[in-house]
C-alpha cells in the first residue's frame, strides 16, 4: 500500500527545502500545507513545532508520532543524487536523512492511511519539532498537554529497518570558565597566572573519551587568550559527558569538574563550573509493552527486530522524561553529520511498511 515513488518524491523535496537548525521556517510551511490536507487540526507553536492531530478509526489512546526538521550544522542547497538505489548528496554536504527520512516516512503513512479509509488506525498526534540537533530545544518548548498520546514513535536513528533503540543515555553540558591573571609577558611574567596552563593541566588530567561501554566524555571547544605577549587571564572550556547510567554520569561529571578545581587551586587560579542537565536517559525492557508493540509490527512484515542502545538523545529522551514513553526506530538513515550520509530507497520504503503496521496494529 505505501507508494515507493511516490515516497521518495516526498524525500527529496524535503531534502531540497533548507532546514539547518534554527532556520525551519520554511520546511514547517511545507509541513502545515501537507498536513492541513489530512486535517484541519494544524498548528505551529511558539518554538515553531508543527503539532497536528488526527481522528481514528479505532477507539482507546492516541498514539504519537515524532520526527524533527533541522538538519544538523549549517549546510544549504543540498542536492541528492540517487545511485544504484541508494540516496547521497552530491558530496560537499550532509543529506540531511536524519531527520527527513522520518517525516518522508510519517507523509507517506498520513497519505496511505487518506488514501484508505478502511485501515484501522487510532487517534495520531504528530509533532514535527524544531532543534532537536542543538540539544532538543523544540522537543523541550512544547507544551506537552497539547498532546493526546499516550505512547509515541520517534522516527530517528540508522541501523537496519527493524532497529529499535531500547536505551539512551543522561547528557550533562559543561561550561567552565578558568580566571588566572593577567601580566605583561616578557616584562613580568611571574605576576600573571596563566589561564591556558591552568585549563591545559586540568584537562591533561582528566579521564576523557569512552569511559565504560556506557559512559562517554570530551572536551569539544575551548577558547581564550588574547596575543603571544601577554600572559592570559581568561579560558573558556566546553565539554559534555553522557551515560546511561544516571550515576556514572553525576561521578564523571564531578571528576571533570574536580579536575579543574585542583589545577586552579594548584597555580592560584579560580574556576567558574557551569554545569547543564542536557536530558534525561531512559530504559525500556525489551519485553515492554511498548517495545513489544513495534517489534510485533516488523516481525509480522518479515523484519527481524533488533535492539539497540544509543549513545546521543533525542526527542524521545524528553518524551519519555515528561511522561509520554516513546521509543525510537531506525528509518535506515546511515553515515549521518557527514558529506557520506546517504540512505538506500529500500530502506526508506520497508521503514514506512514497518510505521504503517506500527499504526494499524495500535
Ligand atoms: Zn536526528
Known sequence: ??????????????????????????????????????????????????????EGTKSGPAILLNAHMDTVGTDRGIVPVIRDGVIYSEGETILGADDKSGLAIILEVLQTLADHPDIPRPRLDVVFTVGEERGLEGARALDMTRLRAQRGVVLDSGGPIGTIIVAAPYQDQHHFVVHGRASHAGAEPEKGINAIQVAAHAIARMRMGRIDEETTANVGRIEGGVATNI???????????????????????????????????????????HIRRLYNGYRHPVDSPLVRWVADAARRLGIEPRY??????????????????????STGQTAVHTPNEHIAIQDLYDGARWVLEIVRSA
Not at 6 to 29: A, C, K, M
Open 231 to 273: 600572559v592570559p587571564a581568561r579560558v573558556e572550556v566546553h565539554a559534555e559527558a553522557r551515560s546511561r547510567t544516571e550515576s556514572k554520569l553525576v561521578a564523571q561529571t564531578e571528576h571533570m569538574k574536580q579536575a579543574f578545581e585542583d589545577a586552579a587551586k594548584a597555580f592560584g587560579a579560580t574556576v567558574e563550573a
Open 1 to 54: 500500500m505505501i507508494d515507493k515513488e511516490r515516497l521518495v518524491q516526498t524525500f527529496l523535496t524535503l531534502v531540497r527545502i533548507d532546514s539547518p537548525s534554527g532556520h525551519e521556517q520554511d520546511i514547517g510551511e511545507h509541513l502545515l500545507r501537507q498536513l492541513r490536507t489530512w486535517t484541519p487540526h494544524v498548528e505551529r507553536d511558539e518554538a515553531g513545532n508543527v503539532i497536528a492531530h488526527l
Open 308 to 329: 539497540r542502545e544509543a549513545g546521543g538523545g533525542t526527542d524521545a529522551n524528553v518524551f519519555n522524561e515528561r511522561g509520554l514513553p516513546a521509543v525510537v526506530i
